[in-house]
């Protein structure tokens, strides 16, 4: 408790922030309020991370699904942010197999998710669907460095088309266009590589967790996780609608993604 006349448990968010500035008379019950969010997070990682465990193993807690995983946490009073725990803990335990492909695929999704909402600002919305489209090849399909759609332009060429100048489109050759979209549409420049770094980079910093691959092509591979439902998952989170069809997300020859597929 936080005082010694009452029971008063509250916790102070801002405890550990180093760009807060707390007021003077705070000081004082500042290092209580840090010791009792570690004591906080000491239960969650001690008590309730291995009861979660301890509940799926005995099938009293099946989660199924990215959803089901998150209400289950929050359920027994874990954060999202304790996912990287909860993966580190069940790694080892072969009956929990599949709740280890339910959290390697919330890792990344979510991960990929905090990158993208700072990504997604940059993009001129003439050219979302297109960019969209770019990112969703750079993230899932097997292709190694996949171009952007071919029919992408940038704003400026955007307010031409819709003033009526027949002439726009003929202005994007290849060279002209190339050094316009990396000029005025950065999100060209993504690569497979880059964002995966991205998302790794987040997984680390975020939720404690080290994403042992080099792309995902070799996360697939160690850790049996489905490219579709990492599709499916992904585009549940950040709101994207898209066609409904089979994508060949295997094919090393053509991406899978085009501006098309992109509904919503």
């Not at 801002?14 to 309020?33: N, Y």
């Not at 001129?124 to 292709?143: F, I, Q, R, Y």
């Not at 997984?203 to 080290?210: C, D, H, L, P, V």
Request: overall charge negative; charged content about 20%; proline content about 5%.
């Amino acid at each position: 408790s936080l005082s010694a006349q009452e029971f008063s448990l509250r916790f102070n968010p801002d405890a550990f922030c180093e760009t807060v500035t707390h007021a003077e008379e705070e000081e004082a019950d500042l290092a209580k309020q840090r010791k009792l969010i570690k004591e906080a997070a000491h239960f969650l990682l001690v008590t309730q991370i291995p009861n979660l465990v301890r509940d799926c193993l005995d099938h009293s807690l099946t989660p199924v699904d990215g959803s089901g995983l998150s209400e289950a946490m929050h359920g027994r009073g874990s954060n999202i942010r304790y996912l990287g725990k909860v993966a580190s803990y069940i790694a080892d335990i072969p009956q929990l197999s599949y709740l280890s492909v339910l959290c390697q695929t919330e890792l990344v999704v979510r991960s990929a998710k905090h990158v993208w909402r700072g990504w997604i600002q940059g993009v001129e919305t003439g050219a979302t669907a297109s960019a969209v489209a770019h990112w969703l090849n750079c993230l899932l399909s097997s292709v190694p460095d996949p171009s952007p759609p071919e029919n992408s332009f940038n704003a400026s060429q955007l307010h031409l088309v819709r003033k009526g100048v027949k002439s726009a489109r003929r202005k994007t050759k290849a060279a002209s266009r190339d050094a316009a979209a990396e000029k005025d549409q950065p999100w060209q420049s993504l690569t497979p590589r880059s964002l995966w770094e991205a998302i790794s980079a987040e997984a680390e910093s975020y939720y404690g967790y080290t994403l042992e691959a080099d792309g995902i092509e070799a996360f697939v591979a160690k850790s049996s996780v489905q490219r579709i439902s990492l599709l499916r998952r992904f585009v549940m989170s950040v709101g994207i609608q898209i066609q409904l069809r089979n994508y060949a997300l295997d094919s090393t020859s053509k991406p899978p993604f085009g501006d098309e597929d992109i509904l919503n």
